[in-house]
């Protein structure tokens, strides 16, 4: 379930430790992830000036056999602006590093977002080299002038398999 709470880094100290509680089972399964989301920083200020920062966890599955390789992507938040452009970087991470090269297709699907307007379609295909587990897409987001509240577009990857996996 959803769990929140409140990291204090002491005076004088640049890190913390958050604690998370996982429950074993039995089933063999893929590797699944979770979302830690720093917000709200008082005393502090995020990298780049950002409001908020986040990572991906991973839980490696240990039952059974096979392989267990989970495909997870960052969810981004972005300010579009008034003019010029900026990007989105999504880091798309491997559960663990594969044994030997990965290759993904890629392509954004519109949301409340526009592609043409708020960003820049793109397609193609992003390679895990063998032993690597992270790597990035990233997308052209377009400023305009016009008042618009949040606006969400999806990045949607196919592995080898063919199933499709969106964020």
């Not at 604690?19 to 979770?34: A, C, I, K, N, Q």
């Not at 200020?45 to 991973?58: C, D, H, N, R, W």
Request: no cysteine; aromatic share 6%.
């Amino acid at each position: 379930g959803l769990g929140t709470g409140t990291l204090t880094i002491a005076a004088g100290k640049t890190t913390g430790l958050i604690s998370l509680r996982t429950y074993g089972d039995r089933v063999d399964e893929v590797d699944e992830s979770f979302l830690l989301k720093l917000f709200n920083a008082k005393g502090a200020v995020f990298a780049g000036g950002e409001k908020s920062m986040q990572t991906i966890g991973v839980l490696q599955d240990n039952d059974g056999g096979g392989s267990n390789l989970g495909l997870f992507v960052s969810d981004v938040e972005i300010s579009e602006g008034n003019s010029g452009k900026k990007f989105a970087v999504f880091e798309v991470h491997l559960s663990q590093p594969h044994t030997s090269d990965l290759t993904l297709a890629y392509k954004t699907v519109n949301g409340s977002a526009k592609a043409g307007s708020d960003y820049l379609a793109e397609s193609g295909s992003v390679k895990f080299l063998a032993g690597q587990t992270v790597t990035t897409v990233q997308v052209e987001i377009l400023g305009d002038q016009m008042l618009e509240g949040n606006e969400t577009f999806s990045l949607v990857l196919t592995p080898q398999g063919g199933h499709q996996e969106r964020h």
